[in-house]
T-cell receptor, first 111, second 117 residues
Framework: ELKVEQNPLFLSMQEGKNYTIYCNYSTTSDRLYWYRQDPGKSLESLFVLLSNGAVKQEGRLMASLDTKARLSTLHITAAVHDLSATYFCAVDPPGGNQFYFGTGTSLTVIP | NAGVMQNPRHLVRRRGQEARLRCSPMKGHSHVYWYRQLPEEGLKFMVY????????ESGMPKERFSAEFPKEGPSILRIQQVVRGDSAAYFCASSPRKQGTPNYGYTFGSGTRLTVV
């Protein structure tokens, strides 16, 4: 079965610091998605990465995709408290009918 | 456009009862997906449906769970004789096109949180 692993699972960081969340997956895919989930809420789409080398940025978040390494990163720059949430990556392999989600990274930004 | 509507938002059932979860896709979306999220875990695929057809139910438990997406009305995920282990958040997503086609994309509903007591 396809595996999607995120690390770290839990991340506590101070405001203003930088950090990277990693998403590794075990099969060929050139589509990867990042979502944010606040407690008790649904998933909010952050980034859609559709090719090797894709890089997208929105505010303090930047996502990249390396399909050869089967790795995506979500980089947080100068974290602020509002970024506290759980972040999921999801892989969409060719010919499939489902997304495979990572286990999630619970981010807490401390003032 | 109201987005993907799920109801109820919260559902409490006693062990052995039935749970019915509803999902109305976005207008113009004919592809519906159900996912389950257990506490502290990521989402796991359950079933993919198009109008009146189940396309892929490889993630559905073999017993007690069923899904439909009739010609008229919302998609329904039905869980019979619920057990404590069914307690989870159930999310529905819809898309206008088949997964993998250009400009394909999911929109998630706000979920139904099922608690079995």
């Amino acid at each position: 079965e396809l595996k999607v692993e995120q690390n770290p699972l839990f991340l506590s960081m101070q405001e203003g610091k930088n950090y990277t969340i990693y998403c590794n997956y075990s099969t060929t895919s050139d589509r990867l998605y990042w979502y944010r989930q606040d407690p008790g809420k649904s998933l909010e789409s952050l980034f859609v990465l559709l090719s090797n080398g894709a890089v997208k940025q929105e505010g303090r978040l930047m996502a990249s995709l390396d399909t050869k390494a089967r790795l995506s990163t979500l980089h947080i720059t100068a974290a602020v408290h509002d970024l506290s949430a759980t972040y999921f990556c999801a892989v969409d392999p060719p010919g499939g009918n489902q997304f495979y989600f990572g286990t999630g990274t619970s981010l807490t930004v401390i003032p | 456009n109201a987005g993907v509507m799920q109801n109820p938002r919260h559902l409490v059932r006693r062990r052995g009862q039935e749970a019915r979860l509803r999902c109305s896709p976005m207008k113009g979306h004919s592809h519906v997906y159900w996912y389950r999220q257990l506490p502290e875990e990521g989402l796991k695929f359950m079933v993919y449906l198009q109008k009146e057809n189940i396309i892929d139910e490889s993630g559905m438990p073999k017993e007690r769970f069923s899904a439909e997406f009739p010609k008229e009305g919302p998609s329904i995920l039905r869980i019979q004789q619920v057990v404590r282990g069914d307690s989870a958040a159930y999310f529905c997503a819809s898309s206008p096109r088949k997964q993998g086609t250009p400009n394909y994309g999911y929109t998630f509903g706000s979920g139904t949180r099922l608690t079995v007591v």
